[in-house]
């Protein structure tokens, strides 16, 4: 149901551009989710980058603030991971993520690549 895409490898200091499609879902059914992106490197947890509900967004740390922006696109009905000056750090396996009371849905990952 989600389709996430954007991901490649890039050198530390680059730029990539996250998409995450739900193409299924009609407008109204996309606006009522929070959505998010995880992360997942390798032998970790997935952890949560950036979030937002209702047009706020959240990160998880000062340090993404400031690299990261995350957006939806209610009419195209898509969320995006703006990513900036990334580091080797940043590199994993990207998911997106739609949650609402009593439903979720994770995308199917896009990797991420930083070389130093």
């Known amino acids: 149901q989600l389709q996430a895409s954007g991901g490649g490898s890039v050198q530390a200091g680059g730029s990539l551009r996250l998409s995450c499609a739900a193409p299924g879902m009609i407008t109204s059914e996309f606006w009522s989710y929070e959505k998010a992106w995880y992360r997942q490197a390798p032998g970790k947890q997935?952890?949560?980058?950036?979030?937002?509900?209702?047009?706020?967004?959240?990160y998880s740390s000062d340090d993404v603030k400031g690299r990261f922006t995350i957006s939806r696109d209610n009419s195209r009905k898509r969320v995006y991971l703006q990513m900036s000056n990334l580091s080797p750090d940043d590199a994993g396996v990207y998911y997106c993520n739609f949650r609402r009371a009593g439903r979720e849905f994770w995308g199917q990952g896009t990797l991420v690549t930083v070389s130093s």
């Open positions: 997935r952890d949560l980058v950036a979030s937002i509900n209702s047009g706020t967004p959240t």
